[in-house]
Each structure stands twice: as C-alpha cells, then as structure tokens.
C-alpha cells in the first residue's frame, strides 16, 4: 500500500523543511504533498532550495485548515491518506508501522498515531467528550509512562496528524471549510463513525510535535474558533433536547474552568485578561446563533445521509466519555 502524507503548511519556516525531510527519510516510501496557505514567511522557498521531493500546491489566500485538507484531499489517490501539520517530526519507521496496523485491522478506517512531545509528555491518545460535545484530549499532558498507550480503538485521529483509508474519507465527505480553525477534525470524524468507519490507536507509529505553533496556546483566537465551531458541531448532531440544554452546560462549564483562573498569558506571552476570554466567548455563541438557519439545513441532509443521527452520536458519546479524576 502507498501512502500519501499531505501537509498544511502557513508560515512553517525550518519547521516545514524538517516535516518534510522526516517524511524522506522513512523506511517505506511516502508521496509528500505540501498545501501552502498563502504564507508569508519564507518556507516555501526554503523548501525549494533544499530540493526535496514533494509537490506544492500554492493557495492565493488563506483557507483555514479545513480548506487546506480538503485542497489536498483532491490531489490525493494513493488507499492510504493522511492530513497533517508542518511543524511535526515523523519517527523514521512511522510509516511502516502504520501501514502494518492498518493491515492487522482491515475493518478500520483510520489509525491514529501516538503524537507526542520529545520531552516524553503525550498530546493525545484518543478524543473525549462531555454531553455538549466539549472535547477533551485523552492522555493529553500526560508522561508517555502513566498514559494508556496500548493498541485499542479510539474515537478518530488527532487532528494534527489523520491517517485514514480514502473509502472512509470518501464516504464522511469533504471538511466543511467554513470551521476555518479548530473542531473541523473532530465533526469530521464524528461523519466517519457515522459512516460506520472506525479508528484504532497505534503506539508504534510515532510523530513528535510541539502543540499551537500557529494558533498559540490559550489564546482568545483559538477559544473563539473552538467554541463556535462544536456549538455549530452540537446543532447538526445531537438531539434536539440535547440542544436546547447547551446553554446551560455552557454556563455550568465557564463556571467551573473560572475556578480554576484564566492563565495570566497565552503561549506567545501575551497577556491575557477575563475581559478578552469573555469576548471571544460571546462572539462564538453570536456566531453560531447566526448561522443556525444554515446548520439546521446540514442537521438535516445528515439524517438524510446517516440515519438516526441523534441516536448514534449518543453511542459515541457513551463509548468515549470525559473521565472525572
């Protein structure tokens, strides 16, 4: 089996020539493809000095993420496809170790690789979710020796790195580029188990990453982005009583995480204020209300394509539950 390994890259510096050359060196062959999201950074060009061989498709604008996946999922043919991000290190032998777990598991439509820190710290073995659709990385934090590393299956692929046959990508649909940022992965896994696609975690295919070097930690941006797009998440999919609750949970939840401080700066080192939280809460909730007319149109051509939706998402909700510890 080929492997295509499409890249998002927007303003990658040293880090997208590293992602690729990582991808070079495995010990299977990968195609390399690099979507570029008008950058205005050097990287491409320091791509091609280096002369690596990858295709590069150049966007005149900046298309979020979504978009950029789905750029390249119109490039990609190979049975084996994965969407990731630039500022990643691939394990020499990740490839082969995939391609070894998707043979041992013929009936999963994705495997999700263990991404992690070089320090040893986990970015995520699985996706949790709370009954508003809050998500929550599994393991995340977590030393590689006290997480649950095993081979099982998962909810889907963390979204930095997606590796997944292309009949499951066929059947959930393309992305929906309007998410821009944050939460367009997880609604679109939510469309593969729909689809009856599951996903199995592989411990042996690992990728090295340093979390938000583009969207920064804990900033209003990325909180704004997040938020909107799983209340947009939660209208096309949950059940309307579950719905109308999600204010609600909302505020219950803002209550509790206000216990634990807003954290005096984002990863960039700005300085962060409740003021700027609050404001980035509210524009994602005037936003999602806004475009409610247009999720009720997709709530319903789901159920059309899908089924009993409200009833599935359910299961999946049951099946991977946040943990209270």
């Known amino acids: 089996m080929q492997i295509d390994v499409g890249i998002i890259n927007y303003n990658g510096g040293l880090e997208l020539s590293e992602c690729v050359g990582s991808l070079l060196a495995q010990s299977v062959p990968v195609r390399v493809l690099v979507f570029d999201n008008a950058s205005t950074d050097d990287s491409i060009q320091r791509l091609r000095e280096k002369n690596l061989d990858?295709?590069?498709?150049?966007?005149p604008k900046n298309l979020g993420y979504a978009g950029a996946c789905n750029g390249l999922l119109e490039n990609m043919d190979s049975e084996i496809q994965v969407l990731c991000n630039m500022d990643l290190e691939f394990d020499p032998t990740w490839a082969e170790n995939l391609l070894r777990c998707f043979e041992r598991h013929p009936?999963?439509?994705?495997?999700?690789?263990?991404?992690?820190?070089?320090?040893?710290?986990?970015?995520?073995?699985?996706?949790?979710?709370?009954?508003?659709l809050f998500a929550k990385n599994e393991a995340s934090g977590l030393d590689i020796s006290a997480a649950d590393v095993r081979e099982k299956e998962v909810f889907g692929c963390y979204g930095a790195v997606m590796s997944?046959?292309?009949?499951?990508?066929?059947?959930?649909?393309?992305?929906?580029?309007?998410?821009?940022?944050?939460?367009?992965?997880?609604?679109?896994?939510?469309?593969?188990?729909?689809?009856?696609?599951?996903?199995?975690?592989?411990?042996?295919?690992?990728?090295?990453?340093?979390?938000?070097?583009?969207?920064?930690?804990?900033?209003?941006?990325?909180?704004?982005?997040?938020?909107?797009?799983?209340?947009?998440?939660?209208?096309?999919?949950?059940?309307?009583?579950?719905?109308?609750?999600?204010?609600?949970?909302?505020?219950?939840?803002?209550l509790n995480m206000a216990k634990g401080g807003v954290p005096g700066q984002s990863g960039d080192g700005k300085k962060l204020s409740k003021v700027s939280i609050c404001a980035a809460l509210a524009k994602a909730w005037l936003q999602a209300f806004a475009m409610l007319p247009d999720e009720l149109v997709i709530r319903k051509k789901y159920?059309?394509?899908?089924?009993?939706?409200g009833a599935k998402v359910r299961d999946i909700l049951k099946a991977y539950?946040?943990?209270?510890r």
């Open 54 to 59: 990858c295709k590069v498709i150049e966007s």
């Open 107 to 132: 009936e999963a439509g994705s495997v999700a690789s263990l991404v992690m820190e070089k320090s040893g710290v986990v970015n995520a073995v699985g996706v949790r979710f709370g009954a508003d």
């Open 164 to 254: 997944f046959r292309k009949s499951a990508a066929v059947a959930a649909g393309k992305m929906d580029a309007s998410f821009f940022l944050f939460f367009e992965e997880t609604e679109w896994y939510f469309r593969h188990n729909l689809a009856g696609f599951k996903t199995v975690f592989c411990p042996d295919a690992k990728v090295y990453h340093e979390r938000s070097m583009t969207t920064v930690r804990y900033s209003p941006r990325k909180l704004f982005y997040s938020e909107r797009n799983r209340l947009r998440t939660a209208v096309r999919l949950l059940p309307l009583t579950d719905v109308l609750k999600l204010p609600f949970q909302g505020v219950v939840r803002y």
């Open 303 to 309: 159920r059309k394509k899908f089924g009993n939706v």
């Open 321 to 324: 539950p946040i943990e209270n």
